[in-house]
């Protein structure tokens, strides 16, 4: 099966967190989207890797994505090492996404910029014919995405793009809030983290708007690119 976009992440969440407006978009308008997590999150001060998984699979649900795969890297200990580097490869091959997103490569926490550095190699190494790589004993044929860009976490950087989340931003909101354990819940006895404050989906909610203003839309997700976008002036030249 192909699926068109694909985003890959450090930790479950972090999708939910930084591109959960732009996926769910895509999804409404019927392109297939797959989230893959490099790690389970086992690490996470909050609840454990098999609440996560569970509720993984209820975020991935609400956001409407087609697959949602976990490539099972230690959690803390994502670098980029040719192992790393051959999973997401074997993913890459295996679903031909045209687009592909990564964390991007500066950021608080190590494993994100682990899990950037190791898709960007990848994306290259992957349409190399002589790297072979192969999925369920059959060797695999070499294929590149068109684009890679990167979302981002907690640190910022300067916007190549922004996508208008106006319409998808409370379903956005919905997917992170699947993720009972990690998020603000005045119930539980768990202890405090970065995320797990009140404040977190305020902020989550004011970069969106943020970012929204900057292209005169309500709600925002910034994006960053390595390599130049071409602007084809599709919306102005219909039919030529
Ligand atoms: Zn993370």
Known sequence: ???????????????????????AKLAKHNRTVGIIDLTKGELGTRGSAETREM??????????IAIRDNLNIPDGKVKPSQEYIEKVIV????????IIFAP?????HPDHIGAGQIVKEAMFLSGLPKIVTTENGTVQDSYRPKKLFYFMM????????????????????????????QFYDP??????????KPDFIRNIEARAKFYGFQ??????????????????????LDGM
């Open 91 to 98: 993913q890459i091959r295996k679903y031909k996404p045209q």
């Open 55 to 64: 509720e993984a699979e209820s975020a991935s649900k609400i956001l409407g």
């Open 104 to 108: 991007y490569f500066n950021d608080r």
């Open 215 to 236: 292209i005169r839309k309500e709600f925002g997700e910034p994006f960053y690119s390595e390599e130049k976008i071409e602007m084809n002036f599709d919306w102005m």
């Open 154 to 181: 907690t640190y910022e950087f300067e916007p190549t793009f922004i996508v208008d989340i106006s319409n998808t931003l409370t379903t956005k909101i919905d997917a992170i809030k699947a993720f009972k354990t």
């Open 187 to 196: 119930n539980s006895n768990a202890p405090e983290t970065f995320i797990s």
């Open 1 to 23: 099966m192909n699926i068109d976009i694909i985003i890959f992440t450090a930790h479950p969440d972090d999708a939910e967190i930084s591109i959960g407006g732009t996926i």
